[in-house]
Structures are given as structure tokens and as C-alpha cells.
């Protein structure tokens, strides 16, 4: 029998507010431990939390580009389990009536688009963070992180593959960094993915036993998690065995799943409505109000990218994959407006960089206007095209202009026909049987002649001189 996946994903964004979502305390991400808490936060006897406005104004961002139904009335609820980085005994979420459902995105795939439902998108608060000690059987307890603000993106069990999975959870990560609400980043936890998987018989419509799946810390962990467990239970099912209802965990050493707990049902949770804090009421004022305050999102400027100009889908997608990007590209067209010629740039010669060093575009030492200037020199045969890599390398490396680079360093190039007629002559003159050769009919040599003429000017010479003139002497 064969079977199919049946994959759903539970997304945790940690949101860029300044302060948590119930006290003054700091978000900010690498202070010393125990040193962002408070009583709030810690869960002391006699406190009471008081929601973030900007918490619940950064859901709304995300409920509104992802096409979710804004509820006008949601509610906070204790989720009730006892773990050491959880202070009070119980994390308040939401439940029943969370703030945002019923959206989707589009993601692309193999044979086109794929549209994947959301089903909820709701508040909570984070938990603290445990420490294990390498050397003895200690743990310790940090809770700067306990009380920091997330949502909460759950899908609907609408993915059919890892490498889907995947492509969602990068379409989404996209959006919260245009939104600037998250920044993404899954190594350091701000972004965080659960998966929720099953195998079913091939063309049925039940589902199977499902396990949720945690530690992924990266889309490349992420896939590979999926496809060892898809593997695992097809090889289950196979031998006539039951899957488990459990959650696992993903090594990444060993690139294996292995069994943490068994999978908690939502009655295990004992949830119900947090009696310290009242009631969310969302007017269509204030829907409207983020409504309007919202950035161009994804989709809509790679479609603007393609129309307005002019290049290919995969193009667009590339030079769209941050808002940063985008903006550079912008920026580089606007004082050299060649578009395919600058996303050529960007997509090879500056991303590969960027990629090397694992910089983002915000760190890159080569300034939209200074790729705008290179791409001039070379448009207007100041400098070749194998110069301006090389100095497109050196801005890279010191952060100087294109002018700069090639006035220092004599880069202009030869365009005087009388001194590139007398390099191809000497060249000529040292190669006789090579020139006897090419003219008896072996024509490759021409390529060989071309890298000589350049070779002697030091890469110099314009190509297309270079071309001319060498034919017409090897014709004579």
C-alpha cells in the first residue's frame, strides 16, 4: 500500500515590540540571565498583567496579509502546565476565541502555485529558557525570554510534502519581515516551527496518527526532519505496526527524530478564560486604520517588479526575497535604470558574496550607489567587464567607490586603436605557429589569440576592438 503525508505547520513568531506583552520589561535579545524580569513577568503573588496595545497591533498586521477574519471580540486564557521555565504554572495564550482565523497564502511548487490555508492566528506569551550544564546534572533557569510577545500561525493540514512545508514556512517568514513585526531569524529562536505529521492511505481523505515534531531550527532542518519522519512511519505502517502519538524531537547530529513525551491532547491544558485580563474588542476603525498602514507585501511587488520592469518571475522572486533587497534593487535602478543588467548583479555577482560571508543585505559594504556608478563606468566603456568584477570585488572587500578603486589603480580602459593593433601585432608576431594554424582552418585558436591580446593590455583592451582588429589581421 502506499502512502501520503499530510503535513501541518505551527508557526511561533517572536514580535519586535520593546517591552513584553504584560509588563515594561525588555525584549531585547542577549542581556545577562534574570536580568529582563519583573514581578509581572515572574508571576509573583498579587500582580496583574496589562496587555500591549502594540502587541496586539502587530497580530493585527499579520492577520490582515494573510487574509484571516479579524474577530471582533477574543479573549486570553491560562494554558495550565507545570515546567521549570514556566513561572506562574501556566502560560496565558488564547483558545477558544483567538484574535484571527480562516486566512492563507500562496506558496509556489513543482507544478505551480499552491494556496495553504490558515487556520488560526493567536497571542501568548513566551517561557523562560533553560540552561543545561555541560559538565554536571544541573539546569539552569534564564526568564528574560518568559513573557516576551508571539503569535501563534497554525495551517491547516493542507501540506503534502517536506519541500512544501518548507516553501510555507519561507513564504511566511517573508511576510513578517515586510510587515517588520519579526525578524526571522530561527537560529536565535525568534522564529520558531512545529510540524504536525501523518501518513494516510494514498487518495483517501482520513487522517492518520499524527506526530508533532520540534527542534527545528532551520528550513533545511525543517525538510529533513519531515522526510526522515515520513520515512519512519511508512516503514511502520509497512510492517503492519501502529504509529504513536507522540512528540519528537529532531537531532540534528544524527539526522533522526527521537521520542520526547508523549502528545498532549488540548483538555490536558485545562484551559480557560484568564480572570485577570478583559476582553479584546477590535473595532473596523482600527482594522482599517492597519489596514491602510500596510507595507507592499510579497506578492504584490513581484508582480509590480515583473510589469514594471520587465523581468522574469524567478527574477522578481529572487530580488524580492527581503524588503531590504527590494529596496536596493530600487535604489540601483533609480540611477542606472537598466533592470536586467542590475538584477544580473545582484542575483550573481553581490548575492554570492553576501551568501559567502553570510551577510545579510543590510551589511553590505557595496552601496546601491556606488553598484550604480560601477554599472556606468562599464555601460559607457570606461571599464571591461572582466575589470569591473575585479572591481566590483575590491568595493566588496573595502567598501570604496568604483571610481575610486579604478583611478588608483589605472583600471581605464584601452580604446586607442594604435595601441591595441600594436599588442595584437606583438602577439601575432610571438606566436607564428599558432597563426599558421588558425589560418589553415583551425578556428578556436581564436580564443586563444583574444586571451593573449588581453593578457599583454592586463585585461585593458576593449573586447570589441580587441575582436576587430585581430580578425582582420589573422584574415590578412
Not at 502587530?58 to 494554558?79: E, I, N
Not at 501540506?159 to 513578517?176: F, I, M, N, W
Not at 566603456?381 to 571610481?403: C, D, N, P, Q, T
Request: hydrophobic share 35%; proline share 5%.
Amino acid at each position: 500500500m502506499q502512502y501520503e503525508p499530510v503535513i501541518g505547520l505551527e508557526i511561533h513568531a517572536q514580535l519586535l515590540t520593546r517591552s513584553k506583552i504584560f509588563c515594561g520589561c525588555s525584549t531585547t535579545f542577549g542581556g545577562s540571565p534574570n536580568t529582563h524580569t519583573c514581578p509581572v513577568c515572574l508571576g509573583m503573588p498579587g500582580v496583574l498583567p496589562v496587555l500591549n496595545r502594540e502587541v496586539v497591533e502587530f497580530t493585527l498586521r499579520m492577520a490582515l496579509a494573510t487574509r484571516c477574519t479579524v474577530a471582533p471580540y477574543s479573549q486570553f486564557a491560562r494554558k495550565n502546565y507545570f515546567y521549570p521555565d514556566l513561572p506562574k504554572g501556566y502560560q496565558i495564550s488564547q483558545y477558544e476565541l483567538p484574535l484571527a482565523q480562516n486566512g492563507w497564502v500562496e506558496i509556489d511548487c513543482e507544478n505551480g502555485s499552491r494556496r495553504i490555508r490558515i487556520h488560526r492566528i493567536h497571542m501568548e506569551e513566551d517561557a523562560g529558557k533553560l540552561i543545561h550544564d555541560e559538565h554536571q546534572p544541573v539546569s539552569y533557569v534564564d526568564y528574560n525570554r518568559t513573557g516576551v510577545p508571539l503569535i501563534e500561525i497554525v495551517s491547516e493540514p493542507d501540506l503534502t510534502s517536506p519541500e512544501e512545508a518548507a516553501a510555507y514556512l519561507k513564504s511566511l517568514r517573508e511576510v513578517v519581515r515586510y510587515l517588520e513585526i519579526c525578524d526571522g531569524n530561527m537560529e536565535e529562536g525568534s522564529m520558531r516551527c512545529d510540524a504536525n505529521i501523518s501518513l494516510r492511505p494514498a487518495g483517501t481523505t482520513g487522517l492518520g496518527t499524527k506526530t508533532e515534531l520540534k527542534n527545528m531550527n532551520s528550513f533545511r532542518n525543517v525538510q529533513k526532519a519531515l522526510e526522515f519522519e515520513i520515512r519512519r512511519q511508512n516503514a511502520l505502517l509497512e510492517r503492519g505496526e501502529k504509529v504513536i502519538q507522540e512528540t519528537r524531537l529532531w537531532d540534528s547530529n544524527r539526522n533522526v527524530t527521537v521520542s520526547m513525551r508523549g502528545k498532549e491532547e488540548a483538555h490536558d491544558y485545562r484551559y480557560f478564560p484568564d480572570p485577570d485580563l478583559v476582553p479584546i474588542v477590535v473595532g473596523e476603525d482600527w482594522i482599517e486604520e492597519v489596514r491602510k498602514a500596510l507595507p507592499e507585501l510579497p506578492d504584490a511587488m513581484r508582480e509590480r517588479f515583473s510589469a514594471q520592469y520587465g523581468i522574469s518571475a524567478y527574477d522578481a522572486r529572487v530580488l524580492t526575497s527581503s524588503k531590504a533587497l527590494a529596496g536596493y534593487f530600487e535604489r540601483v535602478v533609480s540611477e542606472f535604470p537598466q533592470p536586467k543588467t542590475v538584477g544580473n548583479w545582484i542575483m550573481s555577482d553581490l548575492l554570492r558574496e553576501l551568501n559567502r560571508d553570510s551577510r545579510e543585505i543590510e551589511d553590505c559594504p557595496v552601496t546601491p550607489e556606488n553598484l550604480a556608478e560601477l554599472l556606468k563606468l562599464l555601460d559607457s566603456g570606461v571599464v571591461s567587464g572582466k575589470l569591473a568584477k575585479a572591481v566590483f570585488e575590491e568595493m566588496y572587500a573595502g567598501g570604496k567607490s568604483a571610481r575610486q578603486i579604478v583611478d588608483e589603480k589605472g583600471l581605464v580602459q584601452v580604446r586607442d586603436e594604435s595601441e591595441i593593433e600594436s599588442a595584437i601585432d606583438k602577439v601575432l608576431a610571438d606566436n607564428p605557429a599558432e597563426v599558421e594554424q588558425f589560418r589553415a582552418g583551425k578556428e578556436k585558436l581564436f580564443g586563444f589569440f583574444v586571451g593573449q591580446v588581453m593578457r599583454a593590455t592586463k585585461g585593458k583592451a576593449n573586447p570589441q576592438l580587441v575582436n576587430e582588429i585581430l580578425r582582420k589581421k589573422l584574415a590578412g
